[in-house]
Nanobody
Framework: QVQLQESGPGLLKPSQTLSLTCAVS??????????WSWIRQPPGKGLEWMGV???????YYRPALKSRTSISRDTSKNQFSLQLSSVTPEDTAVYYC?????WGQGTQVTVSS
């Protein structure tokens, strides 16, 4: 059974860089054709796809966030990570790592001075 677990700091100040990690168990992140995504949901708003890293390490980002977003992976730890630079209060959201229809529990990130 595949399980995803997000981790990272819950509180950031504006201009800092958000770093989140998704630990994966039950499947290898290099399994063919698996695509590992980050999705967020700001308070009172809908879900927003941020980007994906594929089984072969290719990455794709939401165009509006591309300049600030980086997704990477550590195959030795079977985990993948999200970095979002220059955060503002508008980046406050619950962040999820996702594969297919399987979601992590989500982690709250708040950006506040």
């Amino acid at each position: 059974q595949v399980q995803l677990q997000e981790s990272g700091p819950g509180l950031l100040k504006p201009s800092q860089t958000l770093s989140l990690t998704c630990a994966v168990s039950g499947a290898s992140i290099t399994t063919a054709y698996f695509h590992w995504s980050w999705i967020r949901q700001p308070p009172g708003k809908g879900l927003e796809w941020m980007g994906v890293i594929t089984y072969d390490g290719s990455t794709y980002y939401r165009p509006a966030l591309k300049s600030r977003t980086s997704i990477s992976r550590d195959t030795s730890k079977n985990q993948f990570s999200l970095q979002l630079s220059s955060v503002t209060p508008e980046d406050t959201a619950v962040y999820y790592c996702v594969i297919g229809d399987l979601w992590g529990q989500g982690t709250q990130v708040t950006v506040s001075s």
